[in-house]
């Protein structure tokens, strides 16, 4: 059995981290599915899906890495063919990546007491975002 359902996020752009947990244990309890895979998927080439533990230190270290790993202020040949200046957010995403497969037993997430389910928005503007969560089970 599949379920498909989205979820609806606004961000601030700019490596913004938003805990998207409750939603995707909400949908998980609507689906009645005890055991099985929740597959979560931002759509967009400039947002990432990953797991965190979702404090404020914690948040400014992941922020703080992607800013060291790919900065902001050099050149990309992506903004020299588009001139949009988000070249950078578009390589964070690539390494990041745009999904996560989470499994799922007696229907609940088997997630770390202290891990929760983030998007990061990358991109140099505020966005609307849409992830697809499909839950895979039985």
Known sequence: ????ETI?????GWCDII?????????LEVSEMRDGIAVVFVA???AGITTIEYEPGLLEDLQSAFRRMVPENIS???????????GFSHVRA???GPSLALPFASGKLLLGTWQQIVLVD???????RRVLVRIIGE
């Open 19 to 27: 805990d998207i947990t409750q939603q995707v244990n909400s949908i």
């Open 122 to 128: 990358f991109d140099n503007r505020p966005r609307a």
């Open 8 to 12: 609806s996020v606004q961000s601030k």
């Open 94 to 96: 690539s390494i990041l």
């Open 1 to 4: 059995m599949t379920r498909l």
């Open 44 to 46: 967009g080439s400039t």
């Open 76 to 86: 990309y040949q992506h903004d020299n063919r588009w001139g949009d200046g988000n």
